[in-house]
């Protein structure tokens, strides 16, 4: 805002419409105050040179700032919140028994411990996370010494899932606090996910990283992912539609390299390539296998079948991950049977971990994983007090003694509504989808446990 239009501003607001001048000099300090107010929403610190130049207003304008920041001592403060006609919301309240909570002898320390730890990203909320610090039971000589001394790593959420109240319960913050930091984020860019900020000041080495990346370790770049993040990158994808296409002319060349294009009936219903075990593309594929055999019984071996049809389904699926080459799939034919059917959990897993090493390729910089089970939008959802954190390397290897034992998987989907995101697979900490047990047969549930 120009300062002709601050003036405009000023004059408005005045009761009369104009300031209080005599011989040139604007006299009354109230109407002083509330400029330097209108200064402030526009984020000018100081007056005008005009009205702070070496003429006789200075005095006025020093005697208004001298009240404007004049010292309030606690009596002040009592005679405030006493006073009958004093009305405060309850969230009002509850921020002025924090402000009002913070022991001189710690807040400076902790608050250049926390500038440290968001880097950067400080001048975004440093405010709010101090004012979610200093929470009713937080024990600030703790906390003020924990931050010189980060002892919880990395290490200590590696391999299994740790409650984040159970791994930070001696830093001085209440159960409540740690939970109220956990869902802490910004608005502005970059925007921030479950645990980012309260990992960034509480974990050992942990800071906001000053590129790439929501959290840094020492020397490692983490990724965070709530429950059910979609593992999406930003290059190397197609859409769910090119992929629902691809398998379908992928199982068509197929057919005509066989001859047997003129009798095999590709199935093209768009509700048949969602991501279900029961309707979805995985049954949908081994239901044209099992048309292929059938069309092609006495006339060709089953060693043909399983060596080529498994590079069919890679054709139809590289139309999702754009960087593949036919060699990358070969992993396809570990599990697929001679009837056409699948596997379905070797099947799964080996997908879920070569998708996590293709999505690692496609520029992230992390070489760790930390997965939360934060699920504000599930029924019902985990409550914050009891989020947990699991961390493994950022690798298929990595990932796969953990799923379906600490994480499970939601399948990409494969319908014109999914779109790109729609390609990716998604990690659920703490529970196995039970969509994957809809529909399977008390032998295909056994194959599940036996892998």
Known sequence: MEINDILLEWSYRLKKGYPTMEDGKFTDPSELRLLQEILKENGIDEMPSFVKSKTPVSDVVAEAEEEETATLTIQDLISILSNPETKLSSKTIQKVSRLISRNADFEEAIELKVKEFLAED????????????????TDQAKLSAYLNNRTVGLDQFMGKEVKIKDAFNDTGLSAQTLAELSTYRWSDTPQLGTCEVLLAI?????????????????????????????LRSQKGLGSSMEVQKGIQKAYRDFAESL????????????????NS????????????????????????????????????????????????SDGDWNWIGKSLNDDGTFNRKPFIVDYACFYLDYYMRQGEEASMFL??????????????????????????????????????????SYTEAAGIQGVAFALKLGKV??????????????LWEQY
Request: glycine content about 14%.
């Open 277 to 324: 075990l029961k309707s979805g593309w995985l049954p949908t594929m081994e239901e044209m296998n099992a048309q292929i055999i059938e069309l092609t019984k006495g006339d060709v071996t089953n060693a043909l079948i399983s060596a080529d049809l498994p590079r069919a389904i890679g054709e139809g699926l590289s139309k999702g991950l754009t960087n593949t």
């Open 202 to 230: 509480l974990m050992d080495g942990g800071r906001r990283p000053s590129g790439a990346g929501d959290l840094q370790v020492g020397d490692q770049i983490v990724e965070l992912g709530g429950f059910n993040k979609r």
């Open 371 to 412: 997965v939360t089970n934060s699920t504000p939008s599930s029924t019902p959802p985990v409550p914050a007090t009891d989020f947990s954190l699991l961390g493994f390397p950022a690798s298929g290897d990595g990932l796969r003694p953990h799923l379906y034992t600490d994480i499970g998987l939601t399948l990409p």
């Open 259 to 274: 001859g047997i294009g003129d009798r095999f009936t590709p199935i093209t219903e768009n509700a048949r390539y969602g």
């Open 122 to 137: 400080q001048k975004k909320g440093l405010e709010s996370v101090m004012e979610i610090l200093y929470g009713p039971s």
């Open 433 to 446: 989808a039970s969509a994957f047990a809809e529909g399977l047969e008390e032998e295909e549930l056994k």
